[in-house]
């Protein structure tokens, strides 16, 4: 089945000069590998790491372990100020948004849970707690507008759906958790839109809405930075707008 790798793109050495650490968790997908140059091109991080199942050290969203030792990794090289997950999974050999109930799948659902739920719960199992106590610092998960139970008006897509709205609620418990740490920490959803890259190649054809994952990477990073304090455990799409729960 289709998941997001990744590689650690980071060009230097950790060092006293460059504390401030970005990282982005699915380097290896379209958004991923675009946040990660556009990380790298801003030139406000002392270092950029992308991380995956290819990366060295390799994170496998199937194995906690991994999961541990990459965020432990990461935190090494400094303080983690930004860390987005942008890694999922839509379709794949054995497993296609679903148009009916009667086209659900036991093992295709349980795989869409593992990568866009329980993966991105063990994330911020490892991440939230090594993210700095006081300032302000960012753990932001992709997710989708389908995710949300209040926008849905079209039904099918069970699977994929499900997962993501999972993710939100995850998102928005592990925000309330955060606060206590760290008032000033942020811990969202992020709806990228429409955007052309393998997970969403065979259900974008000639969209012209579809967006390049440069184009969709430059607008998110441009909504994090944006985002207030208040907008902590929040969904937001590309534009900024909050999207219904």
Not at 11 to 37: E, K, R
Not at 149 to 157: A, E, F, P, S, V
Not at 188 to 200: D, E, I, Q, Y
């Amino acid at each position: 089945m289709k998941r997001a790798e990744a590689r650690d793109v980071s060009p230097t050495a950790p060092s006293q000069a460059d504390p401030v650490v970005g990282v982005v968790i699915g380097a290896g997908g379209g958004i991923g590998a675009a946040l990660v140059q556009a990380l790298e091109a801003s030139r406000r991080y002392g270092r950029v790491i992308g991380l995956g199942r290819s990366s060295d050290p390799p994170l496998d969203l199937h194995d906690e372990a991994s999961v541990a030792a990459a965020v432990a990794y990461a935190a090494s090289a400094g303080d983690l100020r930004l860390v987005i997950h942008a890694a999922g999974v839509l379709h794949g050999p054995g497993m296609s948004p679903e148009k009916s109930l009667s086209r659900i799948d036991p093992a295709a659902m349980a795989e869409a849970f593992a990568i866009n739920a329980t993966g991105p719960a063990l994330v911020m199992k490892h991440v939230l707690p090594r993210l700095p106590r006081r300032g302000r610092c960012v753990f932001a998960a992709l997710s989708a507008r389908v995710g949300s139970i209040g926008d849905n008006r079209l039904g099918g897509w069970y699977a994929y759906r499900a997962s993501k709205a999972a993710l939100n609620q995850l998102v928005r418990s592990a925000a309330i958790e955060l606060a206590r740490r760290n008032p000033e920490a942020l811990c969202v959803a992020l709806h990228p839109g429409t955007v052309a890259t393998a997970l969403s190649a065979p259900f974008v054809g000639d969209d012209p809405k579809a967006q390049s994952p440069e184009t969709a990477a430059g607008k998110l990073l441009a909504v994090l930075d944006a985002l207030p304090a208040g907008a902590n455990g929040g969904f937001f799409d590309a534009e900024g707008r909050t999207v219904p729960w």
